[in-house]
């Protein structure tokens, strides 16, 4: 072989190794974008393999509402009643979501009272949130047949986060500031091609991308 076609063999070669060491690096660095507001926000669940069961629940004005009339759209699904202080005290928070997401038709912020209606709650959301009305839905289920029989919700509050095809993407339980810029991250990264590969399960990542959250202490 010629020195020259042997110069040229190792240009290509060296050529090669630099592409794919920056497509790696690349991927790796979208990993960890993906990754990092899921591992940040520690949800107690999150995969990509359950359909989040249909309802249908009346809201403020009585009109009946399914939790399919929003497929297209990421579901921020709050489950909540009057007297857990917690709920009342994550609820300005949601009002803030809901208000920064005001502009995108592909997001909504959906709650679950399991108060028995309207009037039972229309005084307490006003005082919490200084507004007539809040500016997200409110659906009642009294009898908790969504809430605690179809979800297994226990304990208040707990909120759920469901992508545009219906499927649950992670579940909190506890309060949270839902309206920190993470959050907006988190939804996001459900909508995006590259998603992130780890899993919660009781609050504790499982699989490739535990290894990110690990390193941030997740």
Avoid: H
Wanted: proline share 8%; glycine share 6%; net charge neutral.
């Amino acid at each position: 072989m010629k020195l020259g076609q042997l110069a040229q063999l190792v240009f290509i070669a060296i050529a090669a190794l630099a592409v794919y060491g920056f497509v790696t690096v690349s991927r790796e660095a979208e990993t960890r974008r993906v990754c990092l507001p899921l591992c940040a926000l520690r949800p107690s669940y999150a995969a990509q393999n359950r359909l989040a069961p249909d309802f249908e629940l009346p809201d403020m004005t009585g009109k009946p509402q399914k939790l399919s009339d929003y497929r297209g759209k990421i579901v921020v699904l709050n489950f909540w009643t009057k007297t857990c202080k917690p709920c009342l005290e994550e609820m300005p928070a949601f009002a803030e979501l809901a208000r920064m997401l005001s502009k995108r038709d592909d997001v909504v912020v959906l709650t679950v009272s399991t108060d028995e209606g309207p009037e039972a709650v229309r005084d307490t959301l006003r005082a919490m949130l200084r507004v007539p009305e809040p500016p997200f839905p409110v659906l009642f289920d009294p009898e908790s047949k969504v809430v605690t029989d179809t979800y297994g919700t226990k304990l208040f509050p707990e909120t759920w986060i469901i992508d545009k095809k219906g499927v649950i993407r992670a579940r909190f339980d506890g309060a949270r500031n839902w309206a920190s810029p993470l959050v907006l991250s988190l939804i996001d990264s459900f909508d995006r091609p590259a998603t992130c590969d780890a899993e919660f399960q009781g609050g504790r990542p499982t699989g490739k991308g535990s290894v990110i959250c690990g390193e941030l202490g997740g």
